[in-house]
């Protein structure tokens, strides 16, 4: 089965930046997975898409403002989010997800939904103050 573990959350300054990691393990390589992406959600907020990525193709939600990236280092199986520009609103636990092997990204109408994703990491909490 299909294991996504992130890291890289922490604590850091409004205007600061951070890089999440994702590995994956159980796809055969980042290249032979299905669409994979990062979500994030505050307390007493619902869960949201922030950037997806499939084979080189990003996706991200509009209100990111061009602050954040997503990359994926292939030799590494893993997937990283570079945020830059933090805001105190970016508080959040920040979760990997990914689809099958080979399933690419939804359409825009439903990317950002969490019920087309199949694995789910445990998360990890970015505090910006």
């Known amino acids: 089965d299909v294991q996504l573990v992130e890291s890289g959350g922490g604590s850091v300054q409004a205007g600061g930046s951070l890089r999440l990691s994702c590995v994956a393990s159980g796809y055969t390589s980042v290249t032979g997975s299905g669409c994979m992406g990062w979500f994030r959600q505050s307390p007493g907020k619902p869960r949201e898409g922030v950037a997806l990525?499939?084979?080189?193709?990003?996706y991200y939600a509009d209100s990111l403002e061009g602050r954040f990236t997503i990359s994926q280092d292939n030799a590494k199986n893993t997937v990283y989010l570079h945020m830059n520009r933090l805001k105190p609103e970016d508080t959040a636990m920040y979760y990997c997800a990914g689809r099958y092997a080979g399933w690419s990204c939804p359409s825009p109408a439903v990317q950002f939904l969490e019920r087309v994703y199949h694995y789910w990491g445990q998360g990890t909490q970015v505090t910006v103050s």
């Open positions: 990525i499939y084979r080189g193709t990003t």
